[in-house]
């Protein structure tokens, strides 16, 4: 039964006791006395003030707090025990202006769920924090206007460089060619353009364009159909001239009518493969721009009759984690992602340490084809 207390509604009273309710409840167990607290000290010490304890030099205390190799490790643990003895914290704001670097770098990629560009960014996290960098990434969701968001974003935030895998809508360059003028570092990935001028870190793709083809026609194919990818993107070029030589070289013609585009998607793979199916002309192979538009056009290719490899091989590009558990299993083209990550890092890095005189690299990495039950050898 309510007390009278609260039966008269007084508000004082119902008040008063929740109050000390949760004073007694949920604040009292959380509450030291003086004596209990532990000591914290009065100021904020400095790397200097580490330096004179231990007489050893301020730049040697920087070294040891960023885990850099070339310090000893009982001068290392010297270090790092006197600095959790006085609660030492870096002070990021000061640190960027004495040495002019925020020791941040930035990443822009066009979606995290895309199994390539995760596998990519744990290669660059690898060799930025061994270098002492921590990594600030942008997500642009193939948006055109989010890449020129983040851009501005983290070059406001004082980033000492960025890698760049353009989004799908880009058509224009400038806002990542004006990064040379203000001599921020740049290194493209993946995905390019010859318009950019920058380090740019690729794949093979022609080349890789050709293998994919030549495995169908190694399969027996002879009518070829190519879901190709967004054509302001450089690599989506190289896979079709790629795909083009392979048929030139075997004596097979090229028909226009066997070749749709697609934007990297699912979706968009169905569509593109319905578009080629609703040309009447025959096919008995695909090579894909991607592992998820072969997904779509193999689920079209399957309710429109066709059995996957026996009337039709399907072969796709990156070499997704999913690519061996559909059914049937995709034949695909596997890329050194990681690894791509890692190069790009390495190239922004140098680049950090060498603003005035850096000359842009080109890398180019191979790929591996990877045979899988969606094409069959004859």
Not at 31 to 53: C, E, F, G, N
């Amino acid at each position: 039964m309510i007390s009278g207390v609260f039966a008269i509604g007084s508000r004082w009273a119902y008040g008063k006791y929740f109050f000390n309710h949760f004073l007694q409840t949920i604040i009292s167990p959380f509450l030291l006395t003086v004596h209990q607290r532990p000591k914290m000290h009065s100021r904020q010490y400095t790397i200097k003030d580490i330096a004179k304890r231990l007489k050893i030099s301020a730049s040697t205390v920087s070294r040891a707090l960023r885990d850099l190799p070339d310090v000893k490790a009982d001068t290392m643990a010297q270090v790092k025990a006197l600095a959790k003895e006085l609660n030492y914290l870096p002070n990021p704001i000061a640190q960027s202006l004495v040495k002019n670097r925020s020791y941040n770098i930035g990443v822009i990629i066009p979606e995290f769920m895309i199994h390539f560009y995760s596998d990519a960014l744990s290669g660059i996290y690898k060799v930025a924090n061994k270098a002492g960098y921590n990594v600030m990434v942008c997500q642009t969701n193939e948006s055109y206007r989010n890449e020129l968001k983040s851009i501005k974003s983290l070059v406001s935030s004082r980033v000492d460089g960025l890698i760049v895998a353009i989004s799908k809508e880009t058509n224009d360059f400038d806002h990542l060619n004006s990064l040379n003028i203000r001599k921020t570092p740049l290194v493209v990935f993946n995905r390019v353009s010859k318009e950019i001028t920058a380090s740019k870190v690729v794949l093979d793709d022609f080349k890789s364009g050709y293998k994919a083809t030549r495995h169908l026609i190694d399969c027996g194919c002879r009518h070829i159909a190519h879901i190709a990818g967004p054509m302001n993107l450089q690599l989506s070029i190289d896979r079709m001239e790629g795909f083009k030589k392979a048929l030139e070289k075997s004596g097979i013609p090229y028909e226009e009518e066997l070749v749709a585009p697609c934007d990297f998607s699912i979706e968009d793979g169905k569509e593109a493969m319905e578009k080629i199916l609703q040309s009447g002309e025959k096919i008995d192979g695909v090579f894909s721009v991607c592992d998820a538009a072969a997904y779509g056009a193999m689920s079209v290719l399957k309710n429109a009759g066709y059995k996957i490899p026996e009337d039709v091989s399907v072969i796709g590009f990156t070499n997704e984690p999913f690519a061996k558990l559909i059914e049937p299993s995709l034949s695909t083209i596997s890329q050194p992602s990681f690894e791509m990550g890692e190069i790009a890092a390495h190239l922004l890095l140098k680049h950090i340490e060498n603003k005035e005189n850096f000359v842009p690299e080109m890398r180019i990495l191979e790929t591996e084809l990877i045979e899988r039950n969606s094409t069959r050898r004859i």
